[in-house]
């Protein structure tokens, strides 16, 4: 059963730590993205990937987040320093191919807490 | 500016009757359309899909709608049922300009009651 997997499913911590987030893509799709679930502001995009090349991360904060893809099988989302806006819920999916004309898979989720 | 919009925060429905969940886009190089159910604590799946060759696709109870001069799709579900109370998000994308990346409305909650 092929999913999305994603790491810590919860995080708390303080403002100003630094908080990493995995995901691992399901096996052979090329296509990852990092999204943010906010009351306010639905699902935002902040970043996707295509056979691990960062193709658009303006959905980012450029200063305190990063995305990256050391390998094919896991992608990061680190947020340095943090701070109580980050707190929601951040979701990476995958996708074979061009995904617009697809269906994204979804992970379970982090839900981040910053106090 | 919000490119996909979902006006409606939440809908109440009954079990068996139909449930219609509305959706608004503003580009009008969108040309081609999701749906999205979220159950709490996991994450979205996808349901249904159109292109914008189409004004209808159906799967089953669901079937989606697209009227492109008004820049308006719907999501029909009949008969709803308990098991399709969740967050559903629209979603849209252009594919030859944007690469292939979506862009969600904010979703809405639907509650079925028994």
């Known amino acids: 059963d092929a999913r999305v997997t994603q790491t810590p499913r919860d995080k708390v911590t303080e403002m100003g730590q630094e908080v990493t987030m995995r995901c691992q893509p399901i096996?052979?799709?090329?296509?990852v993205f990092w999204y943010r679930q906010t009351m306010m502001q639905g699902l935002e995009l902040l970043a996707y990937?295509?056979?691990?090349?960062?193709?658009?991360d303006s959905g980012m904060p450029k200063d305190r987040f990063s995305a990256e893809m050391p390998d094919a099988t896991l992608a990061t989302l680190k947020i340095q320093p943090s701070e109580p806006r980050d707190s929601a819920v951040y979701f990476c999916?995958?996708?074979?191919?061009?995904?617009?004309?697809?269906?994204?898979?979804f992970g379970p989720g982090t839900r981040l807490t910053v106090l | 500016d919000q490119q996909v919009k979902q006006n409606s925060p939440s809908l109440s429905v009954q079990e068996g009757r139909i449930s219609i969940l509305n959706c608004d886009y503003t580009n009008s190089m969108f040309d081609y359309f999701l749906w999205y159910k979220k159950y709490p604590a996991e994450g979205p799946t996808f349901l249904i899909s159109i292109s914008s060759i189409k004004d209808k696709n159906e799967d089953g109870r669901f079937t989606v709608f697209l009227n492109k001069s008004a820049k308006h799709l719907s999501l029909h579900i009949v008969p709803s049922q308990p098991g399709d109370s969740a967050v559903y998000f629209c979603a849209a994308t252009d594919y030859g300009g944007s690469q292939g990346n979506l862009i969600f409305g904010k979703g809405t909650k639907l509650s079925v009651k028994p």
């Open positions: 096996l052979g799709h090329n296509t």
């Open positions: 990937f295509r056979n691990r090349a960062p193709l658009d």
């Open positions: 999916a995958s996708a074979l191919g061009l995904a617009g004309w697809g269906e994204q898979f």
